[in-house]
């Protein structure tokens, strides 16, 4: 799987969007963008993930560059709840399961 | 319809006693991933298992770990004769059939091992 950087902490101010960078530049044609985030002594939790194409749901946006190099994760309007570590995971489709974290982001979303 | 469960929470082990973890994944799902988190690191898989079979356990250190998934009740990982670098938090995941291109893994809670 290709690797991943992130930038290891981030701040947001309650109510404003949070966006949260990542670096694939190795990524390969059949690898899909996965964002999962870890809230303090809680498991990971899935967010949103995506190919090539711009994402979004309930919890969040995924904007994809055209070259796929890097993605961007959006919390639109960020809550205290949102507190957590922000991992950007780069993993083959098909059967690959294994899902390889790194150490993520520590967002911080202040009153 | 429940989460993942995990249990126990919390367990406490003497160096060389036996540690037992245990997950019960979603109802409906067959294939289970435990996963591994050092404190201040990033999660780590170890162990891939459907009912009754082992799959993948490149992750899982060589000596004194196991795991299964038997047909009834729930996947267990046991360390055993277990040594102070193995506190740390075990997760348990649990996913349905594998599609084509997306597999979303279900996190349980995670058991917080701590070896005095």
């Known amino acids: 799987d290709a690797k991943t950087t992130q930038p290891p902490s981030m701040d947001c101010a309650e109510g404003r969007a949070a966006n949260l960078p990542c670096n694939h530049s190795?990524?390969?044609?059949?690898?899909?963008v996965y964002w999962y985030r870890q809230i303090h002594s809680q498991g990971p939790q899935y967010i949103i993930h995506?190919?090539?194409n711009n994402e979004t749901n309930e919890m969040a946006s995924l904007i994809i560059t055209e070259d796929r190099k890097s993605s961007t994760l959006i919390l639109p309007h960020a809550t205290l709840r949102d507190t957590a570590v922000y991992y950007c995971i780069v993993r083959a489709g098909g059967s690959n399961y294994k899902l390889t974290f790194g150490k993520g982001t520590l967002l911080t979303v202040n009153p | 319809n429940a989460g993942v469960m995990q249990n126990p929470r919390h367990l406490v082990r003497r160096r060389g006693q036996e540690a037992r973890l245990r997950c019960s994944p979603m109802k409906g799902h067959s294939h289970v991933y435990w996963y591994r988190q050092l404190p201040e690191e990033g999660l780590k898989f170890m162990v891939y298992?459907?009912?009754?079979?082992?799959?993948?356990e490149s992750g899982m250190p060589k000596e004194r770990f196991s795991a299964e998934f038997p047909k009834e009740g729930p996947s267990i990982l046991r360390i055993q004769q277990v040594v102070r670098g193995d506190s740390a938090a075990y997760f348990c995941?649990?996913?349905?059939?594998?599609?084509?291109?997306?597999?979303?893994?279900?996190f349980g809670p995670g058991t917080r091992l701590t070896v005095l």
């Open positions: 995506g190919l090539k």
């Open positions: 995941a649990s996913s349905p059939k594998l599609y084509r291109d997306h597999n979303e893994q279900f």
């Open positions: 298992l459907q009912k009754e079979n082992i799959i993948d």
């Open positions: 190795t990524i390969s044609g059949n690898e899909y």
